[in-house]
């Protein structure tokens, strides 16, 4: 029997669909984020000189239109998938299709809250026929430490200690790595962050929820966090992240992944060794070897 590695959850799946499913309802007043987002994925596509006749989407939330190819929109919760179009409800950590038939595949802001995001890279490679495309975005590490911070703070002078509020995001070096873990090729990442003010931090939490982006940690706090607790949340967001307006600060970074399924016409690293030219010719220097001591 193959080895399993035990996978460690870290968010509430039942509870991550949730929270999706209650906030599609409302979920315009709040897709600000998802609607860059997909607009920034959308233009990157476009950019990109190659038509993509079968696409899947993971990820319900934000529209994406790849101008006449076939879409199969997946997510784990049935209310994000809208009415149009080809839909999937499944999990994104066991993808239901075969090997090798997409030409891309596309995430706006919904692999952040996967519980094995290695595991998931690996399928969304398997998925993609060779030479095809992935094209992600997901919610990065600087995302709301603002709100990370206070609410700890807070927690820690109210109740003497703390409970996760924030799920922890990966970096663009993590983003980087487990694609190349994966096995994608050409792999590169970039991100932008997006900073909103609010009046108030209980504006910032109310769009969160309307997000579908609440609190669905594992080890959340299963209590009601109580007046107090709030009121001092506030307190020392409005202290530490309070803008000459008098509105707070909140930090949205958004990871921007590519890399490609492999296939034998990609561009290939030179071999060691191999170069035409000496880097000390095209710099213009003297080459010093190793171990030659240099006087001024």
Not at 53 to 77: Q, S, Y
Not at 110 to 127: E, K, M, T
Not at 168 to 190: E, H, N, T, W, Y
Request: some cysteine; glycine content about 8%.
């Amino acid at each position: 029997m193959p080895y399993q590695p035990k996978v460690i959850e870290i968010f509430d799946r039942a509870l991550v669909r949730r929270n999706r499913n209650r906030a599609m309802a409302g979920f315009t007043d709040h897709d600000f984020l998802f609607a860059w987002t997909t607009k920034v994925l959308q233009e990157r596509l476009a950019d990109i000189r190659r038509e993509f006749p079968r696409v899947l989407k993971i990820g319900g939330r934000g529209d994406l239109d790849c101008n006449g190819c076939t879409t199969i929109t997946m997510d784990i919760a049935e209310q994000a998938l809208g009415n149009k179009g080809l839909r999937v409800q499944a999990e994104e950590e066991f993808l239901p299709f075969c090997t090798d038939c997409f030409d891309a595949v596309i995430s706006p802001l919904a692999l952040q809250s996967v519980n094995d995001l290695p595991g998931a890279l690996v399928q969304i490679n398997r998925v993609l026929k060779p030479d095809g495309l992935f094209m992600g975005a997901m919610l990065g590490g600087e995302t709301l430490y603002q709100l990370r911070q206070v609410m700890m703070q807070a927690e820690m002078e109210i109740k003497g200690g703390a409970s996760p509020h924030v799920a922890p995001f990966v970096d663009k070096p993590q983003a980087g790595s487990l694609l190349q873990r994966a096995g994608f090729a050409l792999p590169v990442v970039d991100s932008e962050i997006i900073t909103v003010t609010y009046d108030h931090v209980f504006k910032l939490m109310h769009d969160l929820r309307g997000m579908g982006e609440g609190n669905a940690l594992a080890d959340r706090s299963k209590t009601l966090p109580g007046k107090a607790l709030l009121m001092e949340t506030a307190r020392l967001y409005q202290d530490r992240f309070a803008e000459a307006d008098g509105r707070i600060a909140a930090s949205f970074e958004v990871i921007f992944m590519i890399g490609w399924a492999p296939h034998g016409s990609q561009q290939q690293p030179l071999r060691p060794g191999s170069a035409q030219t000496r880097l000390a010719d095209a710099l213009q220097t003297q080459e010093i070897k190793s171990g030659v001591k240099v006087s001024d």
